[in-house]
């Protein structure tokens, strides 16, 4: 990735909590726990995975320069959001979590010197990936789950209105 490429990622990553946040204006509250068909998530479920997926983001950019090499750690998604009770778990904290590491890592990698962006580490599903594989999925993150919850609000529209939605069509199954 060029110089200018990467500062274009890092844009996009840094102004995720503003797109999430803008986002979420267009969600009622009311609809946060509304899930379209049974394998797949609510927006409320959604918010808690993305701050799980920050919090292993937030290690995972540190590994990068501080343990090069090293393995990182992988999870399940889909185990984590029914182990750790998503639907009883603070949307606001989780959103606020999300900020904070965001913010924290945003100032981390503006600093990192060119060199840092090829080290490696060794993520157990996806092979040897280097910081600018780390951002290009990290900046691509917000944005497909953004997509994920209008579908949810556009199958909770359709049933508001006494049809039945099309689950297929709410774009993923739980997370994939």
């Not at 840094?14 to 509250?29: E, I, M, Y």
């Not at 049974?38 to 590994?63: F, G, K, M």
Request: charged share 25%; aromatic share 10%; with cysteine.
């Amino acid at each position: 990735m060029t110089p200018a490429e990467r500062k274009q990622k890092i844009d996009s990553y840094a102004s995720a909590t503003d797109q999430l946040a803008q986002a979420l204006k267009g969600f009622p509250r009311q609809m946060w726990q509304y899930k379209p068909g049974p394998d797949r998530w609510s927006i409320h479920e959604v918010l808690l995975h993305i701050v799980d997926s920050e919090a292993n983001s937030y290690i995972r950019c540190r590994c990068f320069l501080a343990e090069p090499g090293k393995s990182i750690m992988a999870y399940d998604e889909n185990r984590w959001a029914a182990s750790l009770h998503y639907h009883e778990q603070s949307t606001d904290e989780a959103l606020e979590l999300f900020r904070l590491l965001r913010q924290m890592s945003v100032r981390l990698i503006t600093s990192f010197p060119e060199d840092v962006w090829s080290s490696k580490v060794l993520h157990p599903e996806s092979g040897s990936m280097t910081l600018d594989d780390w951002l290009i999925t990290y900046s691509n993150h917000i944005p497909e789950h953004i997509r994920q919850m209008q579908a949810t609000w556009k199958a909770w529209t359709v049933e508001q209105e006494g049809q039945h939605p099309d689950p297929e069509r709410s774009l993923f199954r739980a997370l994939e």
